[in-house]
């Protein structure tokens, strides 16, 4: 059976070999381009402020090589490779989410209410904080995605037929 490629949004299935990706597959592919598309729009914002002299904004060239790795490894879950999916749940589900929100978690943990933290809020925070809860969002729900079921079972099939093909 020859490999076809659609629209993860087409609802048609997509073909790795004989496997096809279900659309928790797809769509959890689709959600970490979200997140992906999340990390560069903070970080555009954050280059801007960093022209215009806040020293806080930094690790561009760090970000733009995590993205980029991530976007590989998002096509490699995608085509049903098992390290990537393990991969994507250790670095970005796991320690990628830890950077989301280790600032507000320190902030409270530090006895300051939530009521401070807005009030304190500046224009960054403004402009960053609603990407970061999409950012979140978008992890959260792959990583949960990835591991439904279905998921699973197209993994298990990914293997078997590189096994069969090997």
């Given amino acids: 059976m020859s490999s076809r490629t659609n629209s993860p949004s087409s609802g048609k299935e997509s073909m790795v070999g ?3 990706a279900p659309k928790d597959v797809r769509a ?8 992906v598309g999340a990390g560069v729009a903070e970080t555009v914002i954050r280059v801007i402020f960093t022209l215009t002299g806040d020293p ?4 561009l060239l760090l970000r733009v090589i995590v993205y980029a790795v991530a976007v590989y490894v998002a096509w490699q879950m995608r085509r049903g490779k098992g390290w990537a999916r393990i991969t994507l ?6 320690i990628g989410t830890l950077s989301l929100v280790v600032d507000p978690i320190s902030w ?7 009521d401070d933290y807005f009030a304190q809020a ?3 925070f403004v402009l960053i904080a609603p990407i970061r809860a999409v950012h979140l969002a978008a992890v959260i ?7 439904r079921p279905v998921s699973n079972d197209y993994f298990r099939a990914a293997r078997s037929a590189r096994r069969r093909t090997a």
């Fill in 108 to 114: 409270l943990a530090g006895g300051h209410s939530l």
């Fill in 89 to 94: 749940a250790v670095l970005l589900g796991g």
């Fill in 18 to 20: 004989p496997v096809a």
């Fill in 28 to 35: 959890s592919f689709v959600l970490w381009l979200t997140a």
């Fill in 141 to 147: 729900s792959a990583f949960v995605l990835m591991f």
């Fill in 56 to 59: 806080e904004s930094n690790g």
């Fill in 122 to 124: 500046d224009l960054l």
